[in-house]
C-alpha cells in the first residue's frame, strides 16, 4: 500500500502493477487499515476547490490539447444512508463532475465529510474520450491526507482511450486510526495523460532513441512473446532488431514477422488494447483468418488466429495479407 507522509498531504506516482510503498505495522494495519482503491482514468493536474464548509479534493487536468473527460460520477455513501459496513449513518461522501470555462468536465471533486477511524466509502466515476485522437494515460498521481493510505491496485500505465472510448474507475477509502472525529477528510487523484503512440515497426526499431520502454522491460516482453508464439522467436533485443530490420523490404514471410512482432509488443506495453474489438474485414474480405465475427474481433482472437496459420504454408499474398492486418493494427486504422 502507498502510506501517506507525517505531512499533511503527499504525493505518489505509480508506474506499474504492484508498486508499492507501505511502512504500518502489523497491528496498526489489521486494527485500521485504509484503502485508496483506483480503477481510474484522471487527466494531468491537480486543483482544490472549496465547496460547501469543507475543502474537497479535485481530480483534475491541466491540458489544454486532451479531451478526455468525467462524464458521470458518484458515491456509494450519500447523505442519509447507512455507512457501508455498518448499521449507522454517520459519516457520508460526495462526489461531482466539475466543467471548465470550455464546458469540459476535468475535475472530479470528492469529500468525506464527518469521518472517523475505519469508515470506508466509494466514489467512482466514467471518464470518455470526447475527441477524435487516441489518448494514453501516462502514470497516475496519488495525493491524500497523512490520515490516509493509498494503494493503486490497478496500472494503467499505457492505457489507450480511442475516440469515444471510455472507462469506469473506483476510488475506495478507508479512514485509517489517525483521523479525527467528525473531521473532512479530502483525496486527490490524478492521471497524466498525452497523445497515444502508434506502435509501428519504426517505433520499435527506435526504442532506445525515444526510451518509451526500458531494456528490461522489452527483454521480458519478448521472452513472454517467445514462450506464447509458434511465428516468432526472438528472444533478444538482438533478434527483434534484426527481425525489424528484416521487415523493411524482406520477403513476404520477413515482412510480416516484423510487424507481427511489433503487434504483440504492443498488446505487451499498451499500446493496443486487448478488450477492444477490431474491423478486419476490409484487409481480410475473405476472412482467411478464419475470425469467428471478423468486423468485431478482439485482439487476442486475431492473434489466436495468426498463430493458427503456422505449419500451413501461407502463400506470399496471405503472408502479405496477415502483415497487412498488423500493419493497420499498429497504426490504429482497424
Request: charged residues 20%; hydrophobic residues 40%; contains cysteine.
Amino acid at each position: 500500500m502507498y502510506r501517506a507522509t507525517p505531512s499533511r498531504a503527499h504525493a505518489v506516482r505509480t508506474h506499474g502493477v504492484g508498486e508499492r510503498r507501505f511502512a504500518m505495522d502489523a497491528d496498526t494495519r489489521w486494527r485500521c487499515a485504509i484503502v485508496v482503491v483506483m480503477a481510474a482514468w484522471l487527466l494531468p493536474g491537480l486543483a482544490l476547490a472549496r465547496w460547501g464548509d469543507g475543502l474537497i479534493a479535485s481530480v483534475g487536468s491541466t491540458s489544454e490539447v486532451m479531451n478526455t473527460a468525467f462524464v458521470d460520477c458518484w458515491t456509494d455513501d450519500p447523505p442519509d444512508t447507512l455507512d457501508p459496513g455498518y448499521l449507522k449513518d454517520v459519516a457520508w461522501s460526495e462526489a461531482r463532475c466539475d466543467p471548465d470555462e470550455h464546458g469540459r468536465r476535468h475535475t472530479v471533486v470528492a469529500g468525506i465529510h464527518n469521518a472517523y477511524p475505519s469508515y470506508t466509502t466509494q466514489v467512482g466515476f466514467t471518464l470518455r474520450n470526447e475527441g477524435t485522437e487516441h489518448e494514453q494515460i501516462l502514470s497516475v498521481d496519488v495525493n491524500a491526507p497523512s490520515e490516509l493510505d493509498i494503494e493503486v491496485s490497478r496500472s494503467l500505465t499505457g492505457w489507450i482511450l480511442g475516440p469515444g472510448g471510455s472507462v469506469d474507475g473506483t476510488v475506495a477509502v478507508h479512514v485509517t486510526c489517525a483521523a479525527s472525529q467528525s473531521a473532512f477528510y479530502p483525496f486527490t487523484v490524478a492521471l497524466q495523460m498525452a497523445p497515444a503512440q502508434n506502435g509501428t515497426i519504426g517505433f520499435w526499431r527506435a526504442w532506445d532513441k525515444h526510451g518509451t520502454f526500458s531494456r528490461n522491460q522489452i527483454a521480458a516482453w519478448l521472452l513472454r512473446i517467445n514462450a506464447d508464439s509458434r511465428w516468432l522467436g526472438p528472444t533478444t533485443i538482438d533478434g527483434m532488431e534484426a527481425t525489424l530490420r528484416a521487415a523493411a523490404g524482406g520477403s513476404a514471410q520477413e515482412r510480416f514477422l516484423g510487424h507481427y512482432l511489433a503487434t504483440r509488443l504492443n498488446l505487451c506495453g499498451g499500446l493496443l488494447m486487448g478488450p477492444g474489438v477490431h474491423d478486419v474485414t476490409g484487409v481480410d474480405p475473405g476472412n482467411y483468418l478464419g475470425l469467428p465475427n471478423p468486423a468485431n474481433a478482439t485482439l487476442h482472437e486475431i492473434i489466436n488466429a495468426i498463430e493458427s496459420k503456422h505449419g500451413t504454408g501461407p502463400t506470399r499474398s496471405q503472408y502479405l495479407l496477415m502483415k497487412d492486418v498488423c500493419d493497420a493494427l499498429n497504426n490504429r486504422e482497424i
